[in-house]
């Protein structure tokens, strides 16, 4: 199964706006960044929040979501070039919503409506795996690099042998479910989706019952903390911001031998991930790259 998302297209429901936050510890150039933001056609407000100042980027969802928000990482990243000498900008959130004022937007409360589908059509996922997805207001296409990468992952486990793939899957920050629901073809014989967004459980829970696969997979709004059971097989497609300080969590409910795929971050952000993976008992044993893009499996020893 070789992956392509060549010839793929995400159909977006109109007039939904696309909300982002990206946390500054040094505020010394935030003029900087907020005029970037602007240029590339986001209207920015900020606040304090702590020792930080957070950003909130409202756009309207004209574009592919994905590819909205792989342009949005590669700008921030390259102003984190810019101001080298300074703490990095991080996106740590985004969120979709019809709400059409952005002044004095609160994320926390922002209120999310329900959209019009959006769905994955011509793709590697329903070619070749049989999946109908729908993207809502959650993220992932099946089209991202960092999602491309561990679905690769997952198909090369696949392809050592179907009767070894591992059967206790967990999928952290789930969004749309597709990394459950690839994993669930491959032959996992169970499945849990965990997201703290209301709304990506919900795009998740749907997309299940779509592909009928609701006899393998659920799909929780929950947190890591709150798990018990360990796990064989852990997929995290997270912003490093989130990743770096989830994996000690990960890392408890994977099982010993168990196998921890991440992916989320470009490659100058990786060492991070690997020093934590490493303090928390991970063994590196494999890394691949996509573009700007990394993932890397770790087993747990």
């Not at 995400?10 to 240029?39: I, P, W």
Request: hydrophobic letters at 40%; one cysteine or more.
């Amino acid at each position: 199964m070789n992956q392509s998302s060549q010839g793929t297209s995400v159909v977006q429901g109109k007039n939904e706006r696309l909300y982002l936050t990206v946390r500054m510890s040094d505020t010394s150039s935030l003029e900087h960044y907020r005029s970037a933001f602007q240029k590339d056609g986001f209207t920015v407000t900020h606040k304090p929040e702590g020792a930080c100042t957070v950003l909130t980027l409202a756009s309207s969802l004209s574009h592919q979501l994905d590819a909205r928000l792989l342009g949005l990482s590669e700008l921030l990243e390259k102003l984190n070039e810019i101001h080298a000498d300074k703490a990095p900008a991080e996106l740590i959130e985004t969120r979709i919503s019809c709400k059409d004022s952005w002044e004095n937007i609160d994320m926390d409360c922002l209120p999310l409506q329900r959209m019009s589908e959006a769905w994955v059509e011509d793709s590697y996922l329903e070619k070749e795996l049989g999946l109908r997805l729908n993207v809502g207001r959650a993220f992932g296409s099946g089209l991202h690099p960092s999602t491309c990468l561990i679905i690769e992952s997952l198909t090369e486990m696949f392809q050592v042998g179907p009767d070894l793939f591992p059967q206790r899957v967990l999928d952290v920050g789930c969004g749309t479910g597709v990394l459950s629901m690839v994993s669930a073809k491959m032959g996992a014989g169970e499945v849990l989706g965990i997201d703290i967004s209301a709304e990506a459980v919900a795009v998740a829970q749907e997309n299940i019952t779509t592909n009928k696969l609701g006899q393998v997979i659920t799909i929780t709004q929950m947190e890591i903390d709150e798990l018990e059971q360990p796990f064989d097989l852990i997929v995290a497609n997270l912003t490093p911001f989130v990743l770096s300080r989830m994996i000690p969590k990960i890392s408890v409910v994977l099982k010993f031998s168990g196998i921890l795929l991440v992916s989320g971050f470009r490659d100058r952000q990786s060492k991070d991930i690997e020093r934590q993976c490493e303090t928390n008992g991970l063994t590196g044993i494999k890394r691949a790259d996509k573009g700007m893009w990394t993932s890397m499996c770790y087993r747990k020893s």
